[in-house]
Nanobody
Framework: QVELVESGGGLVQPGGSLRLSCTASGSIFDLGFMGWYRQAPGKQRESVAT???????NYGDSVKGRFTVFRDNAKNALYLEMNSLKREDTAVYYC???????????????WGQGTQVTVST
């Protein structure tokens, strides 16, 4: 079974940096669209940064110029480099991926369990 696992979350001070990682495990033939999403308490989940299979990237307005998303298809991994972090970046960050399992011809969407990012003094 395909599984996405996030890591790299933690507590950082405003202005600091953090890098999140997402690794897809299982029998995977290909990774398609991938992205990072976040959800703060009492808030709706929002898109942070996404990337297509070909590497085209899109960012939420609130993180443009501060975050960078990149992928390593050979490692079935997705990363998020977060710089100049703000308090409002505090949220649980989730990895999302469209995955084609090795023994399945269809792409399916998967979510990780999330990793907590807290920006505070």
């Amino acid at each position: 079974q395909v599984e996405l696992v996030e890591s790299g979350g933690g507590l950082v001070q405003p202005g600091g940096s953090l890098r999140l990682s997402c690794t897809a495990s299982g029998s995977i033939f290909d990774l398609g669209f991938m992205g990072w999403y976040r959800q703060a308490p009492g808030k709706q989940r929002e898109s942070v940064a996404t990337t297509t299979r070909g590497g085209e990237r899109n960012y939420g307005d609130s993180v443009k110029g501060r975050f960078t998303v990149f992928r390593d298809n050979a490692k079935n991994a997705l990363y998020l480099e977060m710089n100049s972090l703000k308090r409002e970046d505090t949220a649980v960050y989730y990895c999302n991926a469209v995955v084609k399992p090795a023994l399945n011809r269809r792409y399916s969407e998967y979510w990780g369990q999330g990793t907590q990012v807290t920006v505070s003094t």
